[in-house]
Nanobody, 126 residues
Framework: QVQLVESGGGLVQAGGSLRLSCAYS?????????????LGWYRQAPGKQRELVST???????NSADSVKGRFTISRDNAKNTVYLQMNSLKPEDTAVYYC???????????????WGQGTLVTVSS
């Protein structure tokens, strides 16, 4: 069973910084039958659809939304089984619930599926 536990959300003024953490666990991450997995952060603002923020592969390749490039950085610490999202120069439009995500791919009938954390609220005041 996979568990993703986020922390680090809160209230910050515009221009400030926050670092989100997501502790991940579960045997699936070390399953020899697994093709690959990817960790990431998504966010959902009030009244809007959930959107991609940043992802990182097991090889350390990252991908980020244009709206956060140059301000947010995703990273991972394999020894601590934790993925981070460093958020700098925060804007009011970054206000959202931020979700940790793990995507798994099996090269068999299981295919691709995702697991989500419970979310952590980030509020940026102007």
């Amino acid at each position: 069973q996979v568990q993703l536990v986020e922390s680090g959300g809160g209230l910050v003024q515009a221009g400030g910084s926050l670092r989100l953490s997501c502790a991940y666990s579960g045997e699936m991450f070390s399953d020899v039958a697994l093709g690959w997995y990817r960790l990431g952060w998504y966010r959902q603002a009030p009244g809007k659809q959930r959107e991609l923020v940043s992802t990182i592969t097991t090889g350390g390749v990252t991908n980020s939304a244009d709206s956060v490039k140059g301000r947010f950085t995703i990273s991972r610490d394999n020894a601590k089984n934790t993925v981070y999202l460093q958020m700098n120069s925060l804007k009011p439009e970054d206000t959202a619930v931020y979700y940790c995500n793990a995507g798994f791919y099996y090269p068999d009938e299981r295919g691709y599926f995702e697991v989500w954390g419970q979310g952590t609220l980030v509020t940026v005041s102007s």
